[in-house]
């Protein structure tokens, strides 16, 4: 999916408005916390590329460093768009391959899971295992972490807690992913392109199993962020969504709102989220 804001001067104000936001949001983060440097996960996909795109605004490319953190489920077309976007942007990289401690876990606790099958607690212990390195990071050399999350994901409780939810700044948690790829274009239209075309146009996917997509587990984004809407800024029931919305299933309604109202665990424990819609 690519959804472009070119010639469409109306959703350009938007987009111009809506980075500027972001970016003093960063600039004051760190301004009224003393801090200077910022570390973040690359992964190759659309959030961490616009954050870092931010991140590089706010801060300055020298004060951003970026992690790549691959195992055997990191496709190769990511890890090469991370590294293109990281020299792109002129940011220190580092490639940490997370394989070897990924087996070690899955080893350790072979015997307490023992007669039990594999699914998402395996997939998640390599999002916690980016965590912890990214938390080390941050640790060692002062760089803040910052989470690359977008609203829609949150929302829904599609992020692993102690993994991909760590972070001391949530830069696009109040963006929805149909918003994100708009950030995209418009980035990519006034920075000289520092977005390879490739994060922006692949469908997206955490990457935790073989030919893992979004939505293979959530409706498309485009439909997703439409219910979100409805029912988190228009404050609409799941009945009224359904009665005034044609195009939207019913039962597609109500497993989303059912995701968003059981993920408010996750939610509270999530890092602060930089405001920006109204």
């Known amino acids: 999916m690519k959804i472009s804001i070119v010639n469409n001067d109306y959703i350009e104000i938007n987009c111009r408005s809506l980075y500027n936001k972001i970016v003093l949001g960063v600039k004051d983060f760190f301004s009224q916390s003393g801090f200077k440097k910022a570390v973040l ?13 931010i991140a590089i605004e706010a801060l300055g490319h020298e004060n951003v460093d970026v992690l790549l953190l691959p195992t055997r489920y990191s496709s190769t077309h990511s890890i090469d768009d991370a590294i293109d976007m990281s020299e792109r942007c002129k940011v220190k990289y580092q490639i940490v391959n997370i394989e070897k401690l990924r087996l070690e876990f899955l080893n350790t606790l ?32 002062g760089n803040i972490l910052l989470n690359t999350s977008n609203k829609s994901e949150i929302s829904v409780g599609y992020s692993t ?15 929805y992913k149909t918003n994100v790829y708009k950030l995209a274009d ?16 692949k ?52 497993f989303v709102i059912k995701l968003v109202n059981s993920s408010e665990y996750k939610r509270y424990q999530f890092p602060p989220i930089l405001r920006v819609s109204y």
């Open 203 to 254: 469908p997206p996917s955490a990457e935790l199993r073989p030919n893992q997509k979004d939505n293979d587990f959530l409706p498309d984004y485009e439909i997703l962020d439409k219910i979100l809407h409805l029912y988190i800024e228009k404050k609409l029931s799941a009945e009224d969504i359904i009665k005034f919305n044609n195009d939207l299933n019913e039962d597609t309604v109500k």
């Open 161 to 175: 807690m102690y993994g991909d939810s760590c972070g001391a700044l949530s830069v696009i948690g109040d963006v």
């Open 186 to 201: 418009y980035i990519n239209i006034h920075k000289n392109n520092i977005i390879p075309v490739n994060i922006i146009t």
């Open 41 to 53: 996960g690359l992964s190759g996909g659309l959030d961490s590329a616009v954050v870092l795109a």
């Open 110 to 141: 072979k015997y307490i899971f023992k007669d039990t099958e594999t699914d998402v607690t395996e997939e998640n212990i390599q999002a916690r295992i980016r965590g912890t390195v990214l938390m080390a990071y941050s640790n060692k050399f």
